[in-house]
């Protein structure tokens, strides 16, 4: 069992995937072939329902089917596992998420977070978007761990625990390329001048990304090298200086938007009196 930091959630939320409830729905989701069969055989794509939970609006039963538009809320003590085309989610309590539609009702092109926490693996695409209330990240096929902190006036946390991800903050961006867990604030007000900050890698283990990457066919980073990393949130496999985190390099800027040039077929403004 790898190590996790654990920061206003339990124990039970991060060690989902011993539940006896997902093991036995994520061989039958295998056995059965996984997406392309589910929807073949029009049956549901939630792999494992702990609690109530409702997707817009009505409680999940083993009839429900989860597609790209669709509103996912979690109670106290609920979590949710479903699979969506080629990503697949774990939806942590007190959650809400909108599934947005992309290309096809089986494309999810943006994952909304209004509140709670989300584990999640996605498979390579491009147009594809995590959006939190202090951040937004850029995904290219990667599994990630984004919660909002409502405690804290809803400061976003994300970790690219591996892949590529862009990073953007109230017009910061950050590319980031992680082997192993490299995360970020999505500060409310920016701190030492900064809206994008370093932070530890909490709340989340491995186990956790690799179950979910199993149910879409692939595998972590770390289990295809072989090897894990130094779990401090910076996304190395070896040890790295702080420095070495994106969000505390140089910050890199949006641009503004240049000023509307001129219409030559409008007169010029009177030059102001003298």
């Known amino acids: 069992m790898t190590q996790h930091v654990l920061q206003g959630r339990t124990e039970s939320e991060v060690l989902w995937f011993r539940r006896r409830s997902f093991l036995q729905g994520a061989a039958a989701w295998t056995a059965m072939g996984g997406w392309s069969a589910a929807f073949a055989q029009q049956r549901t794509n939630v792999v ?14 083993r009839d429900t089917w989860i597609q790209s538009g669709d509103s996912v809320t979690t109670g106290p003590g609920s979590s949710m596992v479903f699979v969506v085309g080629d990503s ?13 539609r992309g290309a096809t009702l089986n494309a999810v092109s943006v994952l909304r977070m209004v509140t709670g926490a989300v584990a999640s693996v996605w498979g390579k695409g491009p147009n594809r978007q995590i959006v939190l209330p202090t951040l937004t990240a850029g995904i290219r096929g990667t599994g990630v761990y984004s919660e909002v902190f409502a405690d804290q006036n809803n400061r976003g946390y ?59 066919g692939q595998r972590t980073a770390w289990e295809v090298m072989g090897r894990r990393g130094v779990k401090d949130g910076r996304g190395y496999m070896e040890e790295r200086p702080p420095s070495a985190h994106p969000a505390a390099m140089p910050s890199q800027r949006t641009p503004a938007p240049a ?3 001129a219409d030559p077929a409008q007169p010029a403004p009177p030059a102001p009196a003298r």
Request: hydrophobic share 35%; with cysteine; glycine share 8%.
């Open 259 to 261: 000023p509307a040039a």
């Open 48 to 61: 494992d329902l702990q609690g109530d939970a409702q997707v817009n609006g009505q409680r999940v039963t």
């Open 88 to 100: 697949a989610f774990q939806v942590r309590q007190n959650s809400r998420v909108v599934v947005e």
């Open 158 to 216: 994300f970790c690219n625990c591996y892949g590529v991800v862009e990073m953007s903050a109230a017009g910061e961006r950050a590319t980031s390329r992680s082997d192993y867990h490299q995360a970020f604030w999505g500060e409310v007000q920016p701190r030492e001048g900064r809206f994008l900050t370093p932070a530890p890698a909490i709340n989340h283990g491995d186990e956790e990304l690799e179950y979910l990457a199993r149910l879409v």
